[in-house]
């Protein structure tokens, strides 16, 4: 009961979630000891049966390894492997398909993501927007993962010209924010222009407002700081 709770509980294989259906998959099979017989020493059937029962031992392993794909895929991914052998070859059918599927998404997404500029997004929409391709990326693709810097240099290529003073204002901090504190200066500045009237600041003004941000950014970091050593 508790190895079908464990695999019924793991969301279904679909067109979206193949890296994270794979490693959860990968992580049930070893400790299910598993593993050796959908991709490691043990793929092959053995030829006959010996005193120890390997054939026998083998074939239940197999049985369970199957019955677990099987129940961890939708319906239209079931088809694919309805009629295959062996663990191995079910695992390997997934593999070959995905990675065609997975290719092709992951080229489109990065290239929405170079050209994503903000447009008519507030910053916490656009925010939200990069982040999500990011994470997105880094789903289909592990070593293709976004850092946070990464981030921020695409997020700034994007922004909206209103913005660019205030940007290079912020790079010449010594200190430089997180991608959280960059988020939400930029959000206060967004607020700002618009409590001005919606129109964009003057370039002294966006300047006024970065130095004090930056005096703001400094206090906050110093406090933290001093609150630790206190602790």
Same mark, same amino acid.
């Given at each position: 009961?508790?190895?079908?709770?464990?695999?019924?509980?793991?969301?279904?294989?679909?067109?979206?979630?193949?890296?994270?259906?794979?490693?959860?998959?990968?992580?049930?099979?070893?400790?299910?000891?598993?593993?050796?017989?959908?991709?490691?020493?043990?793929?092959?059937?053995?030829?006959?049966?010996?005193?120890?029962?390997?054939?026998?031992?083998?074939?239940?392993?197999?049985?369970?390894?199957?019955?677990?794909?099987?129940?961890?895929?939708?319906?239209?991914?079931?088809?694919?492997?309805?009629?295959?052998?062996?663990?191995?070859?079910?695992?390997?059918?997934?593999?070959?398909?995905?990675?065609?599927?997975?290719?092709?998404? /992951?080229?489109?997404? !990065?290239?929405? $993501?170079? *050209?994503?500029?903000?447009?008519? #997004?507030?910053?916490?929409?656009?925010?939200? %927007?990069?982040?999500?391709?990011?994470?997105?990326?880094?789903?289909?693709?592990?070593?293709?993962?976004?850092?946070?810097?990464?981030?921020?240099?695409?997020?700034?290529?994007?922004?909206?010209?209103?913005?660019?003073?205030?940007?290079?204002?912020?790079?010449?901090?010594?200190?430089?924010?997180? /991608?959280?504190?960059? !988020?939400?200066? $930029?959000? *206060?500045?967004?607020?700002?222009? #618009?409590?001005?009237?919606?129109?964009?600041? %003057?370039?002294?003004?966006?300047?006024?407002?970065?130095?004090?941000?930056?005096?703001?950014?400094?206090?906050?970091?110093?406090?933290?700081?001093?609150?630790?050593?206190?602790?």
């Amino acid at each position: 009961m508790t190895d079908l709770h464990a695999v019924g509980g793991m969301r279904k294989l679909n067109n979206d979630n193949y890296n994270t259906w794979s490693t959860c998959m990968m992580s049930y099979m070893q400790g299910q000891d598993m593993w050796e017989i959908i991709n490691g020493g043990e793929i092959e059937q053995p030829e006959a049966e010996d005193a120890n029962g390997t054939l026998r031992k083998w074939k239940i392993k197999a049985g369970k390894a199957m019955y677990a794909l099987k129940t961890t895929v939708e319906e239209d991914f079931l088809e694919h492997i309805r009629d295959v052998k062996t663990p191995n070859e079910a695992w390997e059918i997934f593999v070959k398909l995905f990675s065609k599927k997975n290719d092709t998404k /992951l080229q489109l997404l !990065e290239s929405e $993501l170079l *050209s994503m500029k903000q447009g008519n #997004k507030t910053i916490k929409q656009y925010f939200h %927007k990069v982040k999500l391709l990011c994470r997105e990326i880094s789903e289909l693709d592990l070593e293709a993962s976004i850092g946070d810097t990464r981030m921020k240099r695409i997020i700034v290529h994007g922004l909206k010209p209103d913005f660019r003073s205030f940007v290079a204002a912020v790079q010449g901090w010594q200190t430089q924010p997180s /991608l959280v504190e960059f !988020e939400n200066l $930029l959000a *206060s500045q967004e607020a700002l222009a #618009k409590q001005m009237g919606g129109v964009s600041l %003057k370039n002294e003004e966006e300047a006024l407002y970065a130095s004090k941000g930056k005096r703001n950014f400094k206090q906050r970091k110093s406090g933290g700081s001093n609150r630790n050593q206190g602790e």
